[in-house]
């Protein structure tokens, strides 16, 4: 019997920011006199956008597209292969130099090329983002001999029926998996109530893969698109505590879409 929902990991975190909608706006507005939008303002924003997740509705984000080509990067590092998805230029080392007369007057400036490279400029989404190569090297380093981009899947059975989870993991090692991230401001915690360090353990677990240690390695980024620093938070999977969590989670998720089902026009999620 086939199961009656399909729920990628990251729709499970759109859903618990929908949850969390009062939190999230107390975190970064609640100290400001004037907000861009009131609790209720922000609740009711939260709703439509996840909605149009469900839905599947195209959406244009400079952050999701960087996230995308350092993920790209690494992995065609880690392959040793050339990407067919970002278009990627190798950024060489400049020496700059010149001279002055007498009283520090510029007489020229000139600057060479070196055959050293510092950087990769990728291209994506008519986007340009530059990665040191200190970076790029440092994460393919890091996963040797990983497997990239795979995806998982699993039946979940709950209350309401069973539910199909799967997701796409990173990197997958033999004794850990990961999930490269990248974002503009970082806190200690960040991802600890995200739902892709619960699914995929799981859905490793029930195909006879018992790899519970993930980690999210994360990559800082300030607004001018310079590293600030890296991080990794690491959880491991306990299916006597996580099971329960993930099944009750995806079960009020069922109540959402079963209360909203006149909004929802893609009906993947409910495997039809």
Not at 45 to 61: A, C, K, T
């Amino acid at each position: 019997m086939k199961p009656l929902y399909r729920f990628y990991a990251t729709i499970l975190d759109a859903f618990h920011g929908y949850l969390n909608s009062d939190t999230i706006w107390d975190k970064y507005w609640g100290w400001s006199e004037n907000p861009p939008h009131t609790p209720e303002e922000f609740h009711d924003l939260q709703f439509h956008d996840l909605i149009d997740r469900i839905n599947r509705v195209p959406f244009d984000s400079e952050k999701a597209d960087r996230g995308t080509c350092f993920n790209e990067l690494v992995d065609a590092l880690i392959e040793n292969r050339k990407s067919e998805t970002v278009q990627v230029e190798r950024v060489y080392k400049v020496n700059r130099f010149g001279a002055c007369d007498e009283t520090g007057k510029p007489l020229y400036y000139d600057e060479e090329q070196t055959k050293e490279v510092i950087a990769l400029k990728a291209t994506y989404n008519n986007r340009e983002f530059t990665f040191p190569i200190s970076l790029c090297r440092e994460f393919a380093n890091y996963f040797k001999g990983a497997l990239t981009q795979q995806r998982v899947e699993a039946i979940l059975p709950t209350a309401f029926g069973d539910v199909l989870v799967y997701g796409l993991i990173d990197e997958l090692m033999p004794t850990t998996v990961h999930d490269i991230k990248t974002t503009g401001r970082y806190s200690v915690g960040k991802f600890k109530d995200h739902f892709q360090h619960l699914v995929y353990p799981y859905a490793l677990m029930q195909n006879g893969s018992d790899v519970r240690t993930f980690e999210y390695n994360v990559v800082e980024f300030n607004k001018g698109g310079y590293v600030v620093d890296t991080y990794t938070e690491t959880y491991v999977f306990n299916p006597e505590r996580d099971i329960p969590i993930l099944t009750n989670h995806c079960e009020e998720f069922i109540k959402f879409l079963e209360e909203n089902r006149e909004l929802i026009t893609d009906k993947k999620i409910f495997n039809s």
